[in-house]
């Protein structure tokens, strides 16, 4: 069964830095993409960032420039490196794998990112 634990959350006053960590464990076939969401109350979960096989990665226009997302395949770990943080960039994130030759989802339980004005 994979399980994805993230670590790093937390407080930060705007213009601050925060870095994400997300690790997958009971990984038997291969990852083919990771990344992360989140979610601000009362809004839906939406696309941050992903990092597919060969390193290629994807953000969302708002945090483009600012954010960084890296994969550490040998541990399969990601990563986002949050830069400039706003407070529009509050909200929960969660980690997010597809995994597998079905390619099947699968979240962590998510962390709480606060970015105070």
């Known amino acids: 069964q994979v399980q994805l634990v993230e670590s790093g959350g937390g407080l930060v006053q705007a213009g601050g830095s925060l870095r994400l960590s997300c690790a997958a464990s009971?990984?038997?076939?291969?990852?083919?993409?990771m990344g992360w969401y989140r979610q601000a109350p009362g809004k839906q979960r939406d696309l941050v960032a992903t990092i597919g096989r060969g390193g290629i990665s994807n953000y969302a226009d708002s945090v483009k420039g600012r954010f960084t997302i890296a994969r550490d395949y040998g541990k399969n770990t990601v990563y986002l490196q949050m830069n400039s943080l706003k407070p529009e960039d509050t909200a929960v994130y969660y980690c997010?794998?597809?995994?597998?030759?079905?390619?099947?989802?699968?979240w962590g339980q998510g962390t709480q990112v606060t970015v105070s004005s």
């Open positions: 009971g990984i038997i076939f291969s990852i083919n993409a």
């Open positions: 997010w794998v597809d995994y597998g030759p079905g390619g099947t989802d699968y």
